[in-house]
């Protein structure tokens, strides 16, 4: 893979808005993303330590469900590996129906993540908490209510650069300084967001910076600022504000219990969601408690509990 050496103003225009629900520019978003996936190789050397235990992604380039058939920006992530994930995938699809599975299933969506956001205005670098990302949001509102842990957060948002906000991501209204935040503040936010909340900052597409070397040292120090806020967010065994832990040692039991006598290839009946009554094949157990079961054309996860013999 090249180096990466810029974008151009073309980059930018991918993202106009007449383009974002048509394939016809399926192209010029792929040069972007083969431009994303060789900033992330260079941040990913430049950053061992922060990303240490991240995965990196990018959004997807066409328009497809995994983004409501409508690419306004394309987003360059590093969130928790795959081990990392396999160990909350099951808790966290039990908040979401399996319709809301297959309307929304970005991986970005379900985790807290540093990402480089390329849009028609300009790049975006910063920390992202969507809600869906309901375990790291939690976590974070319950430490919160502990004693002194909003001073902490406030000690960790006063050594933020200047340029670093905090607000609605896709809001067109005036973010807060970071260093000015409150925790308070903070909570009430993420509480009413409609979608997606960030800390992160903004070069303007005709920023020089972004048209070569200069983007990775810029994104460089936005994510060294946010590294340790990401870890103060995001659960972890070891930052565990609402016994997380413990739910997942009592689903891992049930669901070994539960495993019992089904293999792939088996029938079953699943008992909820928007397949429910419908009779199909096991294809995969993915992990404890999680079947992957073939209906007619479509594959669907379900839990172990939300399937009977037919």
Known sequence: MSEFEGFSAAD??????????????????????????????????????????QEMG??????????????????LFFLRDEKARRVLDGILDRRRSIAENLSDPALSHRHVYLGARVFSGGLRG???????????????????????????????????????HFGHSGSSGQPSPARAVR?????????????????????????????????????????????????????????????????????????????????AGDSVRIKTGVAAGRVGRVEALERKGLLKVRVGQLVVAVQVEDVSRP
Request: proline residues 4%; glycine residues 4%.
């Open 126 to 164: 910063g920390l992202f908490l969507h809600r869906d990302a309901w375990a790291d949001i939690e976590n974070l509102q319950r430490r919160l209510k502990e004693l002194y842990e909003g001073d902490k957060l406030e000690a960790l948002l006063s050594n933020m650069p200047e340029d670093i």
């Open 183 to 263: 925790a308070d503040a903070m909570t009430e936010l993420l509480r009413d967001a409609p979608e997606e909340v960030a800390f992160f900052s903004d070069l303007p597409a005709a920023d020089p910076r972004l048209c070569g070397p200069g983007a990775v040292e810029w994104l460089t120090g936005i994510f060294q600022s946010l590294a340790p806020l990401r870890a103060y967010i995001a659960w972890r065994r070891d930052n565990d504000f609402f016994a997380l832990a413990k739910t997942l040692q009592q689903e891992e039991k049930k669901a070994e219990l539960g495993f019992t006598g089904i293999k």
């Open 12 to 53: 930018f225009a991918a993202f106009d808005e007449a383009k974002w629900s048509s394939h016809a520019f399926n192209r010029e978003r792929l040069e972007v993303k083969l431009k994303l996936q060789s900033l992330g190789k260079a941040l990913l050397l430049r950053l061992a330590a922060e990303l240490s235990g």
């Open 58 to 75: 990018i959004t997807e380039e066409r328009p497809s469900v995994f983004n409501r058939q409508c690419v306004r920006d394309m987003t």
